[in-house]
């Protein structure tokens, strides 16, 4: 059974930063896409970023480009969202997922549904 614990959630004024880790507990999501998404209350749930295997191609939402970095140490089986210049509009829980379909692939997804693994969330919120 593979799990997802991420971790580095928390308060954090407009302007502020944090950095979000994912530790999986399988050392094959090594090679696999990883991703991170988001979800505020009332909202569906929204692509963030994502991160082929090797670190080759990574992708962002257009409202999160610039500010936020995705990362990955498969030595640690650990992913990383660096997150600088947070607004109100980013406080969401933030969920780390994995797709395992494909073995290497090197373009990534944006839908939610195509990731098979999921972490239990990590709340941020941003004050004004």
């Known amino acids: 059974q593979v799990q997802l614990v991420e971790s580095g959630g928390g308060l954090v004024q407009a302007g502020g930063s944090l950095r979000l880790s994912c530790v999986a507990s399988?050392?094959?999501?090594?090679?696999?896409?990883m991703g991170w998404f988001r979800q505020a209350p009332g909202k569906e749930r929204e692509f963030v970023s994502a991160?082929?295997?090797?670190?080759?191609?990574?992708g962002y939402v257009d409202s999160v480009k610039g500010r936020f970095t995705i990362s990955r140490d498969n030595a640690k089986n650990t992913v990383y969202l660096q997150m600088n210049s947070l607004s109100p509009e980013d406080t969401a829980v933030y969920y780390c997922?994995?797709?395992?379909?494909?073995?290497?692939?090197?373009?990534?997804?944006?839908?939610?549904?195509?990731?098979?693994?999921w972490g239990q969330g990590t709340q941020v919120t941003v004050s004004s």
């Open positions: 997922a994995a797709e395992t379909d494909f073995y290497r692939r090197t373009t990534y997804y944006t839908d939610w549904k195509k990731y098979d693994y």
């Open positions: 399988a050392r094959t999501l090594s090679s696999y896409i």
């Open positions: 991160i082929t295997w090797d670190g080759g191609n990574t």
